[in-house]
T-cell receptor, first 114, second 116 residues
Framework: AQSVTQLDSHVSVSEGTPVLLRCNYS??????LFWYVQHPNKGLQLLLK??????LVKGINGFEAEFKKSETSFHLTKPSAHMSDAAEYFC????????????FGKGTRLHILP | DTGVSQDPRHKITKRGQNVTFRCDPI?????LYWYRQTLGQGPEFLTY????????KSRLLSDRFSAERPKGSFSTLEIQRTEQGDSAMYLC??????????????FGPGTRLTVL
């Protein structure tokens, strides 16, 4: 069975400082992993995805994530936070050959302090 | 706009009434998914279609819920005899079918249901 755990429900960082949103997963198969962002009153948008190619994945808006199989982690990072990054972030796991059904984490609310 | 669209965006209904939501996926996408999202939670999978075939249903989808995708294009999600616990955001997503690859799902803006 697959599952995903987002370790922090809220993260606050100052503008211009690094962002780290943590995600651990559990999967019986070779997982694909995603990060989605949800801004208030907007639809979910894909930030980046890992699909067994490079373990360091670059996404939109300066975000990146590193797949670490030994730690079963897929943490999301950004070197310098911007006010517009304030949103809800979801880590998602999907198992190949499992019809792409995906499991969302509970989300991490990112707050950017001026 | 060539994204996923959902209608209505908001629905307020009284307990016991039936409601129906519509989702129009991206036109070339074979797969269509329905999710439910409650406050403070991530979206929970409800069901998905490949073309017109409904391939999987979550145990969250009680008998009061039914989904259709009659022509393999748009889909409807109907909730009969609504309950207050049905209040949530209902999200639709679509994805292309590419064997062997993890397909990104494209999400619509959602329909927010409030059951009074």
């Amino acid at each position: 069975a697959q599952s995903v755990t987002q370790l922090d429900s809220h993260v606050s960082v100052s503008e211009g400082t690094p962002v780290l949103l943590r995600c651990n997963y559990s999967s019986s198969y070779s997982p694909s992993l995603f990060w989605y962002v949800q801004h208030p009153n907007k639809g979910l948008q894909l930030l980046l995805k890992y699909t067994s190619a490079a373990t360091l994945v670059k996404g939109i808006n300066g975000f990146e994530a590193e797949f670490k199989k030994s730690e079963t982690s897929f943490h999301l990072t950004k070197p310098s936070a911007h006010m517009s990054d304030a949103a809800e972030y979801f880590c998602v796991v999907s198992e190949l050959n499992r019809d792409d059904k995906i499991i969302f984490g509970k989300g991490t609310r990112l707050h950017i302090l001026p | 706009d060539t994204g996923v669209s959902q209608d209505p965006r908001h629905k307020i209904t009284k307990r016991g009434q039936n409601v129906t939501f519509r989702c129009d996926p991206i036109s070339e996408h074979n797969r269509l998914y329905w999710y439910r999202q409650t406050l403070g939670q991530g979206p929970e999978f409800l069901t998905y279609f490949q073309n017109e075939a409904q391939l999987e249903k979550s145990r969250l989808l009680s008998d009061r819920f039914s989904a259709e995708r009659p022509k393999g294009s748009f889909s409807t999600l109907e909730i009969q005899r609504t309950e207050q616990g049905d209040s949530a955001m209902y999200l639709c997503a679509s994805s292309p079918l590419r064997a062997g690859l993890a397909n990104e799902q494209f999400f619509g803006p959602g329909t927010r249901l409030t059951v009074l």
